[in-house]
């Protein structure tokens, strides 16, 4: 099985940026894809942006393309997104989630293991 550990979020002023990292243990397989959700209170989980852990496929969301960018370092089994430009509608927490049979990856119903979040707050 894999397990997921979210890490990096915090309070910062609109404008500003953060790093969360997504440290991956367990069986992986080179197929998975890797992506990053968000969910503010009240709201469904929403999709943020997904990378596989081999090939350079990328997926954002329209919301946050050109302010976010989500990398991987295979070596580490380390996925990270960084945040520019942040928003209050940014906050929310962020999870991290791994899809074994990457298809319809901007659906959270696709993925099949997920980390515990990271809450993420934007002040105006």
């Known amino acids: 099985q894999v397990q997921l550990v979210e890490s990096g979020g915090g309070l910062v002023q609109a404008g500003g940026s953060l790093r969360l990292s997504c440290a991956a243990s367990?069986?992986?397989?080179?197929?998975?894809?890797m992506g990053w959700f968000r969910q503010a209170p009240g709201k469904e989980r929403e999709f943020v942006a997904a990378?596989?852990?081999?090939?350079?496929?990328?997926y954002y969301a329209d919301s946050v393309k050109g302010r976010f960018i989500i990398s991987r370092d295979n070596a580490k089994n380390t996925v990270y997104l960084q945040m520019n430009s942040l928003k209050p509608e940014d906050t929310a927490v962020y999870y991290c989630?791994?899809?074994?049979?990457?298809?319809?990856?901007?659906?959270?119903?696709?993925?099949?293991?997920w980390g515990q979040g990271t809450q993420v707050t934007v002040s105006s």
């Open positions: 989630a791994a899809d074994s049979i990457p298809y319809r990856f901007v659906l959270a119903a696709e993925y099949d293991y």
């Open positions: 367990g069986r992986t397989f080179s197929s998975y894809a």
């Open positions: 990378i596989r852990w081999s090939g350079s496929s990328i």
